[in-house]
């Protein structure tokens, strides 16, 4: 009887010590859990702050990684090749380790276009308005969303990005040309893209001397790429833009031909002059209203008094030698005042007032001359040039002083006499030296009075010339100049010309008449275009061509009238197909109305 008691008291001790062990354990278990999920919260808070570090945007850290978990990356493109390609992307991850974009794969993803291995051939897109440069080629790798399980937590960006490459953050045409025109518009064409959206740089240069000019974009500070070291290992951009548009570009440096302007421009003055705008506007600068006047010798003499001339000084290379005299001979030549203005001295604000203002820009052929995009409507554009120098290889200035809508008025000089020249041989090459160059390729050189049509970018004896110092020869340069000057348009007398196209020509119609065997007429008849009847234009003709079917060629015809009877190569029993559209002030060309097939 003892013995079977003492074994219950076993037994039940036995138990009680099984579940104090269960409890225990089943406490550690639940503890341990909680530590787990407070780390994760705790790195999950972490990141998050890491996230918030980028931007003041909020962001739900575990809907993000759930997001990119379940949906992986979503892309969608504009543009057939990768030169005019821009693409949307959610969740578009970037390691700082391997230095690569990543694409994360789940069943929700989507990548459109979906290029395959053509995506590599040569690129997805291109990062800068450089059309296709290998060196500003953008791709990513590709992994499944799996793969997150076993890569460091990724940090979130908030902000809708754009990110691009600048092609050459230290020269100031490169700058506007390539970098922020492009970005301006590109920003315009995308909503989403507006003054809270955050630039990243990928190409990896450092800020550079005007990186002021890009933060004016954004209310956000831009992101270079190797800052973005210091936000962790793996970043994914909740929503980012990358590329940037080329329709503000107007020229090409010479990479695959001789440099000079696009086969095929897109931007007018107009554009950029809404570009300029806006960047003054955000610079705090203000400006007269340009006011068109009538006449009156009174206003007349008094705008007169408040025009001047600016003169760009350089300080370091392409010297002008007697800059002293050049402004004497301009102030006493056209009777202003002469302001001179200097990239290493002054502020960039403050050389865009006084540019914003002038009547005539006066420069050596360099970066600094893209500040003409600022000058008003009827200034001119004076650039110079150095000895061996052809003006008409180097236009990207003239270029764009001679765009529709810039209204600017473009002179060049250049130096032709050899004494008037300093050269600088035994400077580094970046600066025109030639002296780590064979003594025979040297001599050629020097020898040389007009440097030949050359590629992009090193040319030894491009650099050599265009590095000179110059002593201008007055006579000749004032000779130019007035010359030039006699061409300027007057913007008070005539208003700029309309750039308004015309409608298509409504109710086109034929008729037709034989009058023998060898005869016939082809009377065409149309009405105007319905825009016309809102705008005064100078001149309006209108365009037919006429075509016998089964031919290729046609018979063109510019008329002043609405119908026209056509009896000379018309011939009966014949099948005739005929175009009409209109014509404004020469050059303004409509669309054709819908073709008519006449019968004779």
């Not at 831009?222 to 980012?240: A, D, I, V």
């Amino acid at each position: 009887m003892r013995a079977s008691v003492a074994g219950c008291r076993m037994s039940v001790g036995a138990l009680l010590n099984g579940l104090l062990v269960s409890v225990v354990a089943a406490l550690l278990w639940k503890y341990s859990k909680l530590s787990e999920q407070a780390a994760l919260l705790e790195e999950e808070l972490h990141m998050t702050r890491q996230s918030q570090e980028l931007s003041q945007a909020r962001i739900d850290y575990h809907v993000a990684l759930q997001a990119l978990h379940e949906h992986g990356t979503r892309m969608v493109c504009t543009g057939k090749m990768h030169t005019d390609r821009i693409c949307r992307f959610d969740y578009l991850c970037y390691c700082s380790e391997a230095e690569e974009f990543v694409f994360f794969h789940s069943n929700s993803s989507v990548m459109l276009p979906n290029l395959g291995p053509r995506r590599f051939q040569p690129a997805l897109l291109d990062l800068s308005s450089v059309e296709d440069h290998n060196t500003q080629y953008f791709n990513f790798l590709e992994l499944p969303a799996a793969a997150l399980k076993f890569m460091p937590k990724p940090v979130f960006v908030p902000d809708v990005t754009l990110i691009l490459n600048r092609f050459n953050p230290d020269n100031l045409m490169h700058v506007f040309h390539d970098d922020l025109l492009p970005a301006f518009y590109t920003m315009k064409q995308y909503s989403d893209l507006d003054d809270e959206a955050r630039l990243v740089f990928m190409e990896g240069w450092g800020e550079g001397p005007h990186f002021d000019l890009y933060r004016l974009l954004s209310s956000k500070q831009p992101l270079l790429k190797e800052q973005l070291r210091n936000f962790g290992k793996l970043m994914c951009f909740t929503k980012s833009y990358v590329g940037l548009s080329k329709m503000t570009t107007w020229y090409q440096y010479g990479f695959v031909q001789p440099q000079g302007p696009k086969a095929n421009i897109l931007v007018s003055g107009n554009e950029i002059r809404q570009f300029a705008k806006t960047l003054m506007e955000k610079m705090n600068i203000t400006k007269l209203e340009e006011v068109e006047k009538d006449g009156g010798s009174v206003e007349d003499e008094k705008e007169k008094k408040d025009e001047y001339i600016v003169v760009f000084s350089r300080s370091t290379t392409r010297l002008i030698l007697n800059e002293a005299e050049l402004i004497m001979a301009l102030a006493q030549e056209f009777q202003m005042r002469v302001v001179t203005v200097s990239l290493e001295e002054q502020s960039f604000p403050s050389i865009v007032q006084v540019i914003s203002g002038a009547s005539m820009l006066v420069s050596m052929h360099g970066a600094q001359l893209i500040t003409s995009l600022f000058l008003p409507r009827g200034a001119a554009v004076v650039e110079l040039f150095p000895f061996a120098v052809n003006s008409e290889q180097y236009t990207p200035y003239k270029t764009l002083a001679s765009l529709p809508g810039m209204d600017l008025h473009y002179v060049s000089w250049r130096n032709t006499l050899e004494e008037n020249t300093v050269t600088h041989p035994d400077r580094s090459w970046e600066q025109g030296g030639i002296a780590h160059l064979e003594k025979e390729e040297q001599e050629r050189i020097l020898t040389s009075k007009d440097v030949p049509r050359h590629l992009c970018c090193r040319n030894p004896e491009w650099l050599f010339r265009i590095y000179q110092d110059t002593l201008v020869d007055i006579p000749s340069f004032l000779e130019v100049l007035k010359e030039g000057m006699k061409t300027k348009p007057s913007l008070k007398k005539s208003k700029p010309a309309s750039t308004v196209h015309p409608g298509r020509v409504r109710e086109a119609q034929c008729q037709t008449s034989v009058q023998t065997t060898n005869e016939a007429k082809l009377t065409v008849s149309w009405q105007i275009p319905w825009n016309l009847k809102y705008l005064k234009v100078r001149e309006v003709k209108y365009e037919v061509w006429i075509q016998e079917q089964g031919e290729n060629t046609y018979m063109p015809y510019i008329l002043p009238q609405q119908n026209y009877t056509f009896s000379e190569n018309i011939k009966p029993f014949t099948t005739y197909l005929v175009w009409v559209r209109c014509i404004f002030n020469k050059n303004l060309l409509g669309p054709f109305a819908d073709v008519l097939m006449c019968r004779t």
